[in-house]
């Protein structure tokens, strides 16, 4: 099961603080609207998300349809599929996508320490 590209959310209390200092760690921009208060920032093969107000704490997220290098590959896994696929080797959700629409949507998990996790996509 391919869970598309990964990043590390990161809950920020000044975006504009963040985005400052994680460019001066060579991250660059890449996806994003600052006005909104998230932003996607990429150094190499690392990609991290600036969001501000947007999640109680930082969490690890996977991009179906998307690839590391920003890309949208013409064949993915849609987030429903993983899903029922988590869903029947027994992993809880927190939150569910709606089977019964197509593209965007996303779902949530924690993991046994309870780590969020986001399943996220875009198209």
């Keep these: 099961m ?16 963040s985005r400052v200092f994680y460019e001066k760690l060579g991250f660059k921009k890449i996806h994003g609207d600052q006005s909104q208060n998230w ?23 996977f991009n179906p349809g998307w690839a590391n290098d920003g890309n949208h590959p013409d064949e993915f896994t849609d987030v429903r599929e993983i899903q029922k696929r988590l869903k029947a080797s027994g992993i809880a959700l927190t939150q569910e996508a709606d089977e019964s629409t197509e593209g965007p949507a996303s779902c949530t998990m924690l993991d046994p320490d309870g780590n969020p996790i986001l399943i996220d996509q875009h198209r």
């Design 39 to 61: 932003l996607i920032l990429q150094n190499g093969a690392s990609t991290i998300g600036l969001f501000q107000g947007m999640f109680e704490r930082n969490c690890l997220t």
């Design 2 to 17: 391919d869970l598309g590209a990964f990043s590390v959310s990161l809950t920020v209390k000044d975006i504009e603080a």
